[in-house]
Nanobody, 121 residues
Framework: QVQLVESGGGLVQAGGSLRLSCAASGNIFSINSMGWHRQAPGKQRELVASISRGGSTTYADSVKGRFTISRDIAKNTMYLQMNSLKPDDTAVYYC???????????????WGRGTQVTVSS
């Protein structure tokens, strides 16, 4: 079994910072790309940032210059440093990973259960 567990969410004032973590565990052979997504009430889930195994990154326009995605391949862990937070960043943040489990030649997409980020004005 594979698990992705997010942590680091919470309540912060506008202008503040938070650092989210996503730890992948289980019968993992290798992880390809990983990403952070968010879903605000009444809105569709959207991609916030992604990072390839080689370290290439992409960001949503709304977070460019404020958020930084990174990963520790050896620890199967991904991070999202969020600075200059705005009330519009309030959402549940989910991590996902495209990975191979031991013994399988097919890659699968796994998701965490999410962590709440609330930014007060």
């Amino acid at each position: 079994q594979v698990q992705l567990v997010e942590s680091g969410g919470g309540l912060v004032q506008a202008g503040g910072s938070l650092r989210l973590s996503c730890a992948a565990s289980g019968n993992i052979f290798s992880i390809n790309s990983m990403g952070w997504h968010r879903q605000a009430p009444g809105k569709q889930r959207e991609l916030v940032a992604s990072i390839s195994r080689g370290g290439s990154t992409t960001y949503a326009d709304s977070v460019k210059g404020r958020f930084t995605i990174s990963r520790d391949i050896a620890k199967n862990t991904m991070y999202l440093q969020m600075n200059s937070l705005k009330p519009d960043d309030t959402a549940v943040y989910y991590c996902n990973a495209d990975l191979y489990v031991v013994g399988s030649s097919l890659g699968y997409d796994y998701w965490g259960r999410g962590t709440q980020v609330t930014v007060s004005s």
